[in-house]
């Protein structure tokens, strides 16, 4: 079997006690009670979510977030070409931006240039963002049909997949977890069948019927090939 990747979660900060985290690295400096904040706990959850799905997965966590939810693209870029230099064989961003900047984009591109497979989350409604809606992006958004190991085909112009969008006693609900959930089935992949077969067999084709209530969303389409 194909030992457990490493994860690269572009997020708030974990704290140094977090399952399978494998190192922390913070791109802006964290606020002084960010293990409290609002973004330390999404990123948390962010982590169950990913290891839900893939126990063994290690975390490479890269810091965007102080302290709220909320950075600068300057910083998302710095992560993105950090992720595309470690060792990371997937890169997870559970926040989206409503235009292509070209310092996103060329971070983006980056990161598929080096081999990684990176996936971002893609509201149910509103215009694309991006990563997400960056080509070669593993877009997810949350699929209500979908149980934590299952996974949808959607193929939407904001989002290719669909994922199970909450789960038990998790409070964040929608895309950023749905994504999570999807990161960890990727990682679950390559230990296993490996991607490209995994992308063969959905739970689901087509666009989940049933209205999703709009979950809470930080700041912020076509997979690679199996790898």
């Known amino acids: 079997m194909t030992p457990a990747p490493l994860i690269a979660l572009i997020d708030g900060p974990l704290a140094a006690?977090?399952?399978?985290?494998?190192?922390?690295?913070?791109?802006?400096?964290p606020h002084p009670r960010a293990a409290d904040s609002p973004a330390a706990l999404h990123a948390s959850h962010m982590a169950a979510a990913i290891r839900t799905n893939a126990p063994k997965a290690r975390l490479l966590n890269l810091t965007i977030f102080p302290g709220r939810l909320a950075t600068s693209l300057a910083t998302v870029a710095k992560a993105l070409h950090r992720a595309a230099e470690s060792e990371a064989a997937i890169i997870h961003c559970s926040f989206g931006h409503t235009d292509a900047n070209p310092l996103l984009t060329d971070a983006v591109a980056a990161v598929l240039?080096?081999?990684?497979?990176?996936?971002?989350?893609?509201?149910a409604r509103g215009a694309p963002v991006y990563p997400a809606a960056c080509n070669g992006v593993y877009s997810v958004q949350g699929d209500a049909r979908c149980a934590p190991g299952q996974w949808s085909l959607l193929n939407l112009l904001g989002a290719q997949f669909g994922a199970c969008p909450g789960g038990p006693e998790m409070p964040v609900r929608g895309?950023?977890?749905?994504?999570?959930?999807?990161?960890?089935?990727?990682?679950?992949?390559?230990m296993g069948c490996g991607v490209r077969a995994f992308l063969q067999i959905p739970a689901?084709?087509?666009?989940e019927?049933?209205?999703?209530?709009?979950g809470p969303a930080p700041l912020f389409h076509t997979p690679t090939a199996d790898r």
């Open 209 to 214: 019927r049933i209205g999703l209530p709009p």
């Open 175 to 190: 895309a950023s977890l749905a994504a999570a959930h999807f990161t960890g089935l990727l990682a679950r992949a390559r």
């Open 113 to 123: 240039q080096a081999g990684k497979l990176l996936v971002a989350s893609a509201p």
């Open 204 to 207: 689901f084709t087509g666009r």
């Open 17 to 29: 006690d977090t399952p399978g985290l494998a190192c922390r690295t913070d791109i802006c400096k």
